[in-house]
C-alpha cells in the first residue's frame, strides 16, 4: 500500500474530525474501553466513533493521537488484513505520538479481528465500527477475548431525536405548552423514523429509498452474493406486510412461490439470517413457545419505521407496533418477547416481568376489552408486575382483577422509559 496515500488520508481525516460538531448522545462508554460499535448503516455508529474524537480533544489529547480511517473511503479498496500494519507505520512516520486508532466500516477487511486483537494486546485503544451481525459471532468474539466491548448503536430513540433538533424537556413537560411541540416532532418520527441524518433533509422519503438501496444492493445482494434479488425484495416486502404477526418459514414459502417463483425453505432461513445480520431486521420469539417452534416462527420488525414505512400505506397500527419493538430492543436486547398461546399478547419483558399490548386507537369498547382481555388471560401464563396499553394518543388506569392497567400515548411511553433507563 502506498504509504504517501496513507499520509495523505490520515491528515485529511484529522482535519476533518477536528471540524466536526457532535451532538451527544445519550450513551455512557467506560474511560479505558475497547469498544466494537455495530448496528445498521446510518445508525450512528460512526457519528458514536467522532462523539469519543471530541470528548479526547477536548481533555487535551493531542490531534496526532487520534487515527481515524474510514474503510470505505474507495482509496482503500484494494487494502488487505496483511497491509494494515502500514497504516501505523505511516502515522509513525508523521507523529511521534502513539495513536489511538479508530477503524471505522472495519468489516470490509476480511481477518481484520486478528490485527484488532494484537493491537489490543500490544496496547493500543481501539475504536471499531461495524455494519454487520457477524462482527458479534462466537468466533470473533473468542478471537477478540475480552479485551473489547460490544455496544449496539440504534437509531436514534425519540428523546434523541428531539436533542438533535435542538428540543431540550422542560421540566414538567409533559403538562406545560412544550408537549405540543414534543408532539407535532413525533408525527414525523413515527413516520420517517430516527437515522440521525435524516433530520437534515427535506425529501426524508427520497432519503430513506436510497438508503434502502444501499442496505439491499451492497449490505445483501453483493455481500451474501444473492442471484434471486427479486424473490428477497418480495421477502422484504412480505415481512413488513407481515410486522404485526406471527409467521412461519412455510408461510412465506407459500407467498413467495404463489407468485410463480421457486425457492427453497433452507433459501428463506439464509435470507432471513442476511437481513438480521445487516441489521435490516430483528426477530422475537413466543416465550410460551417450544424450542423447536422457535426456530421455524417468528415475529420480525424493522430497524427503523422510516424503512418500514417504505412498504406501507395507510398502516398506523404496524408502524406503531413497530416503534415499540424498537424501543424494546434498545432497552432489553434480546430479553423481548411476545405471548402466543390461548391469547397473544404483543411483547413481554421477563426482566421487569411487564406485558405490553399495542393499539393504534382505543375508540371503542369492545376494542379496549380485547386488549384488556388478552393481558389478564396472559397474567394466567407468566410473571407479571405491570400491564400496559401503548397507544397513540389515550391515557388513563383500569383497576381489573387486582391488576392495575395503564394506557399510554406511545410519545409519553418512549420519553419516560427512556429516562428510566438511562443506561442505554
Given at each position: ?15 476533518f ?5 457532535i451532538?451527544a448522545?445519550?450513551?455512557?462508554f ?20 467522532f ?7 477536548s481533555?487535551g ?8 480511517i ?31 486508532l479508530?477503524?471505522d466500516?472495519?468489516?470490509n477487511?476480511?481477518?481484520?479481528e ?6 489490543a ?11 454487520n ?6 468466533e470473533?468474539a473468542t478471537?477478540?477475548?475480552?479485551r473489547?466491548?460490544i ?12 436533542q438533535?433538533?435542538k428540543?431540550?424537556l422542560?421540566?414538567?413537560?409533559e403538562?406545560?405548552?412544550?408537549r ?5 416532532m ?22 430513506l ?5 444501499k442496505?439491499f444492493?451492497?449490505d ?6 444473492i442471484?434471486?434479488?427479486?424473490a428477497?425484495r ?15 418459514i ?6 413467495i ?14 435470507y ?29 420488525y ?8 417504505l412498504?406501507?400505506?395507510?398502516a ?22 411476545y ?13 421487569k416481568q ?6 393504534y ?8 376489552k ?45 420519553l ?9
Amino acid at each position: 500500500m502506498n504509504k504517501e496515500l496513507l499520509k495523505q488520508i490520515i491528515i485529511e481525516n484529522q482535519e476533518f474530525v477536528s471540524r466536526l460538531e457532535i451532538v451527544a448522545r445519550k450513551l455512557v462508554f467506560e474511560e479505558n474501553g475497547n469498544y466494537v460499535f455495530v448496528g445498521a448503516r446510518r445508525s450512528g455508529k460512526t457519528f458514536s466513533m467522532f462523539r469519543i474524537i471530541k470528548d479526547m480533544l477536548s481533555a487535551g489529547v493531542p490531534l496526532a493521537a487520534i487515527l481515524y480511517i474510514n474503510f470505505e473511503d474507495e482509496r482503500l479498496m484494494e487494502l488487505t488484513v496483511d497491509q494494515l500494519g502500514s497504516i501505523l507505520e505511516a502515522h509513525q512516520e508523521l507523529f511521534s505520538e502513539q495513536p489511538v486508532l479508530f477503524l471505522d466500516e472495519i468489516q470490509n477487511i476480511d481477518g481484520w479481528e486478528k490485527f484488532a486483537r494484537r493491537m489490543a494486546d500490544t496496547g493500543y485503544r481501539i475504536y471499531i465500527t461495524g455494519s454487520n451481525a457477524k462482527m458479534l459471532s462466537s468466533e470473533i468474539a473468542t478471537t477478540l477475548g475480552a479485551r473489547f466491548l460490544i455496544r449496539k448503536i440504534f437509531p436514534l430513540s425519540f428523546g434523541e431525536y428531539l436533542q438533535m433538533n435542538k428540543l431540550e424537556l422542560e421540566n414538567n413537560w409533559e403538562y406545560s405548552s412544550q408537549r405540543f411541540e414534543i408532539r407535532r416532532m413525533f408525527n414525523d418520527y413515527f413516520y420517517y423514523g430516527g437515522f440521525p441524518e435524516i433530520i437534515r433533509f427535506q425529501e426524508k422519503r427520497m432519503w430513506l429509498e436510497n438508503l434502502f438501496q444501499k442496505i439491499f444492493f451492497g449490505d445483501l445482494v453483493a455481500r451474501y452474493k444473492i442471484r434471486n434479488d427479486f424473490a428477497l425484495r418480495l421477502m422484504i416486502k412480505k415481512l413488513a406486510e407481515s410486522t404485526q404477526d406471527e409467521i412461519t418459514i412455510s408461510r412465506i414459502k407459500n407467498i413467495i412461490q404463489s407468485t410463480g417463483i421457486k425457492i427453497g425453505t433452507s433459501t428463506l432461513f439464509e435470507y432471513i439470517e442476511f437481513m438480521k445480520e445487516t441489521w435490516l431486521i430483528y426477530g422475537i420469539k413466543n416465550y410460551l413457545a417450544k424450542i423447536s417452534e422457535r426456530e421455524t416462527s417468528g415475529k420480525y420488525y424493522f430497524v427503523d419505521n422510516g424503512i418500514l414505512s417504505l412498504f406501507l400505506m395507510n398502516a398506523e397500527t404496524i408502524l406503531l407496533e413497530n416503534l415499540v419493538a424498537c424501543q424494546l430492543m434498545r432497552l432489553y436486547g434480546d430479553g423481548v418477547y411476545y405471548l402466543r398461546s390461548k391469547s397473544e399478547v404483543d411483547f413481554y419483558i421477563p426482566e421487569k416481568q411487564t406485558l405490553i399490548q399495542v393499539c393504534y386507537k382505543i375508540n371503542m369498547a369492545e376494542t379496549e376489552k380485547r386488549e384488556v382481555d388478552a393481558l389478564i388471560s396472559a397474567a394466567q401464563n407468566v410473571e407479571t408486575k405491570e400491564m400496559l396499553v401503548i397507544t397513540l394518543d389515550t391515557e388513563k388506569v383500569q383497576e381489573v382483577n387486582g391488576f392495575q392497567i395503564r394506557f399510554v400515548p406511545v410519545w409519553k411511553w418512549l420519553l419516560k422509559e427512556e429516562s428510566d433507563n438511562l443506561h442505554i
